[in-house]
């Protein structure tokens, strides 16, 4: 019998990428104030919050299968989270101009008997960009609710001149390593004839 999954997770995003590849799930968000962890790490940032907010949605469903991720940009030893401001997204975003950075996703899977959290690493290059293509993307709703303040699913896909890795990594999760991480865990794509 396979089991049913639950998605910690309050992104639009995650939910697409699994019903894109057909996995059946319900959503449940989690509560977690991120500020507690506290490292300069991007891997091991993301795998611990990742993990606070798969152990925040078990609390209420210790039998069920519990995914979880958490996606941040590093550049330059710095971690890009979401902007909190039009100004914060106008410095990521030229930051990331003409150079090289990298999207990291955390992701926890857990049961009652198993559990397992892991990283994915996507770079990306973006072309230069001039203070009037900042400006006029920073206007626009697309930075706000992304790390990095960039979308690559929207109209940030203008900026990128190259990735190497998992496109849906960066969109917030790598969905076809997610796919088979979840075999060990019983939950498969519906397959319909
Ligand atoms: C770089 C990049 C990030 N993102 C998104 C993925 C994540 O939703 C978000 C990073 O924030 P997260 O804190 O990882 O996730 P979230 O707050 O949106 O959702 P959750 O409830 O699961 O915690 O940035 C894009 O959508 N496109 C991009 O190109």
Request: aromatic content about 8%; overall charge negative; hydrophobic content about 35%.
């Amino acid at each position: 019998m396979p089991n049913k999954l639950i998605l910690a997770s309050s992104s639009p995003r995650r939910r697409e990428l699994l019903s894109q590849v057909k996995i059946p799930y319900s959503i449940q968000k989690p509560n977690i104030d991120e500020s507690q962890v506290n490292t300069s790490d991007p891997v091991k940032k993301v795998k611990q919050v990742a993990t606070l907010k798969g152990q925040n949605v078990t609390i209420e469903h210790e039998n069920e299968v519990i995914l979880s991720s958490d996606t941040v940009v590093s550049f330059n030893q710095h971690i890009f989270e979401k902007p909190k401001d039009k100004e914060e997204a106008s410095k990521m975003i030229a930051s990331l101009s003409g150079d090289v950075h990298e999207v990291f996703t955390g992701v926890m899977i857990r049961s009652a008997d198993y559990e397992t959290v892991f990283v994915e690493g996507t770079k990306v290059e973006f072309w230069p960009m001039s203070k009037e293509e900042i400006d006029w993307y920073i206007s626009t709703n697309d930075p706000y609710d992304k790390a990095g303040a960039y979308g690559i699913q929207s109209l940030g896909a203008m900026f990128v001149k190259q990735i190497v890795g998992d496109y849906n990594n960066v969109v917030g999760l790598p969905i076809s390593r997610v796919v088979r991480e979840l075999r060990n865990f019983s939950v498969y794509p519906e397959m319909e004839n």
